[in-house]
């Protein structure tokens, strides 16, 4: 499974960004994918999964800001970013699991795209 990321940038706060995954390899609807990011000096944290039947689940701190979206047809993967902060600042990483929905530690990870939130 290869996912590659996109998207990432610097953008002021209160913003907006989009970030796209396109997968390829043994990836079928019956994956669970999501996102991860990882800020300096912070552990690793789920920002958004989608699991393989479309149920959604966000970390706390998304707080209806962020949508993730899959497009099964085509292999890709979205998260749109409304109203950035300072705090969003990290690398964010495309995950995909062999479970339909993502597990804490799933296999297989992007190389990651840096999203700065800054004025």
């Known amino acids: 499974v290869k996912l590659v990321e996109s998207g990432g940038g610097l953008v002021q706060p209160g913003g907006s960004l989009r970030l796209s995954c396109a997968a390829s390899?043994?990836?079928?609807?019956?994956?669970?994918m999501g996102w991860f990011r990882q800020a300096p000096g912070k552990e690793r944290e789920m920002v958004a999964i989608?699991?393989?039947?479309?149920?959604?689940y966000y970390g706390d701190f998304v707080k209806g800001r962020f949508t993730i979206l899959r497009d099964n047809h085509k292999n890709t993967l979205s998260l749109q970013m409304n109203s950035l902060k300072p705090e969003d600042t990290a690398i964010y990483y495309c995950?995909?699991?062999?479970?339909?929905?993502?597990?804490?530690?799933?296999?297989?990870w992007g190389q990651g795209t840096q999203v700065t939130v800054s004025s």
């Open positions: 995950v995909a699991d062999d479970l339909p929905i993502p597990t804490t530690k799933p296999p297989y």
């Open positions: 390899g043994p990836i079928y609807n019956t994956n669970g």
């Open positions: 989608i699991s393989s039947g479309g149920t959604t």
